[in-house]
């Protein structure tokens, strides 16, 4: 029996490591840069050689290693195989193969970055205590992951839980970056938020904190909202029903038990998760109302802490 | 090693049982009413009796039968924990024990009957073939079932699959029977599409053939548009919006395979297919894609197989 477990998370910029003993606590964790030179195809080799280097100055022999957590910013099918991976340069192969023939460890599991992270919040964050959550992360993009009986659902092609790309409004005219339109992500995404926030600024001619804010972000959005502001309490209002219907739409397909919000966003604390909710049991039928809203915890860790539990299952 | 198991589907008015080989051929079935008396108290001891005196009649023993799976019109914990079931006049307690008493057969599954529906079609129906489908059933309600990696998707309170529930029209007036508004069962039931019928004739002057119509149903609509009326086809592009809409959203919550249509509706055939396709693929983002749109096979019977392959798992 092995007494450590890896957390490998691949970024675009860097590949964030972290060691693990078997109750998941990190002992160690550091990062590399990710070389996306010649299709990326250093990134598995620079990982293995790194993790060499850490087991042998450390001490650490190859039967202690329980496993290796890979986490990629991409569609993988549950095999370990990665469908295309624009961020990275790849192309269609089993990853999962690659790292066990460069590290000589067989265990080794390989999972969607936002997938990883949700079951790390899961298994160590705000999740913690559940097995069925779905998280949503309101970074840059909305993202999401579904964890089911305390495991990652990965679907047919590796694209379940993209849940920024539910419509969320069926008259939407601008189109989304994934070519349709309506989408979850662009009105609840930190760049979605401020667009909104900039159309609702013009359409009305209401007196508003935010017409003298240097920077509009989401922060400052939830900022004047918490002093007051009736222009950005609008918008938070429609963010969390933008957001709240969409967790309808997502526990009439797969009834959890939580919703763990995280991302940027996320940091507007309580306010975020109580106006979401406040939607969400609008909009949901009687059988799935009572749901809890929690906020993420790990921040950038989930990722490393949710691969190390795909090798501990 | 057993050499049949038994599905056992109950409804409420008739409880259909089917006996199975292991390969899942069908060798007899029958029906007993279901007695609903006494807060349904009699049910699961008819069913027990009727079992029993079955294995009597054709000399099978006890240790052929690998197991029951059994199917319940209302939500069902993974552990086979009724949480209350109205059309039966249950309450809260676990079929899977009582009929391991009655029965004397450890091996006993329960489950939702939407999702032992969409089980059975899987295993030997429209979705034969795939892993990963969702089952749409447009009846008197619209019902549902999520079958993931072969396996029914329970939830945390076997509320999975209410796709019926999902919001599809966020302007939409009129409440739905579980009391929010817009619901896709307010469309795409075999009511709901009578009742939009109404609508547009009352709204539109055009002439149609529907106006002609003695009982306006689900089969008129589509037997006019298929003779080209022009009203009767904007009441099936109407459903096809509907249900293409519901199928993005829960595509990008689970990223099926296939999704196959059942319920008396899908007897218009692949007309209802075809357009569910068509909105589908123009309402879903890149990477959920080309997905199959099938017609459910087995009618009244998918309960009974998805019962029996419950216990073959």
Request: glycine share 16%; aromatic share 6%.
């Amino acid at each position: 029996m092995g007494k450590y477990c890896m957390g490998v998370d691949v970024g675009g910029t860097t590949v964030k490591i972290g060691l693990f003993d078997t109750e998941g606590n990190l002992q160690d964790n550091w990062e590399i840069v990710t070389r996306k030179d010649e299709g990326g195809s250093y990134i598995l080799s620079d990982i293995a050689a790194s993790l060499l280097e850490k087991w042998n100055t450390m001490g650490i022999q190859k039967e202690d290693i329980i496993g290796i957590g890979i986490g990629i910013p991409g569609p993988i099918k549950e095999d370990g195989t990665v469908l295309k991976c624009a961020n990275l340069g790849w192309g269609v192969f089993n990853v999962a193969d690659e790292v066990r023939n460069l590290t000589g460890i067989d265990n080794v599991k390989v999972g969607n970055d936002a997938n990883v992270a949700a079951l790390g919040e899961m298994w160590k964050g705000g999740g913690k205590g559940y097995q069925d959550i779905v998280m949503i992360t309101l970074g840059t993009g909305v993202g999401g992951g579904v964890i089911i009986g305390g495991k990652i659902l990965t679907g047919s092609k590796g694209a379940a839980g993209e849940i920024g790309h539910i419509t969320v409004n069926y008259q939407e005219e601008d189109t989304c970056g994934c070519g349709k339109r309506g989408c979850l992500e662009q009105f609840a995404s930190a760049t979605g938020i401020v667009k909104e926030a900039k159309r609702l600024l013009i359409t009305s001619e209401k007196p508003s904190m935010l017409r003298e804010v240097q920077y509009l972000s989401a922060k400052a959005i939830f900022d004047c909202a918490k002093e007051g502001d009736e222009l950005a309490n609008v918008l938070v209002e429609q963010l969390g029903y933008y957001l709240g219907m969409a967790a309808s739409h997502i526990a009439a397909v797969v009834d959890p038990d939580a919703f763990v919000i995280g991302g940027g966003v996320s940091r507007a604390g309580e306010i975020l998760t109580t106006v979401v909710k406040k939607y969400y049991e609008q909009n949901t039928m009687f059988a799935l109302k009572n749901k809890e809203f929690l906020l993420a915890k790990l921040e950038n860790d989930a990722g490393i802490f949710g691969c190390a539990k795909m090798v501990l299952e």
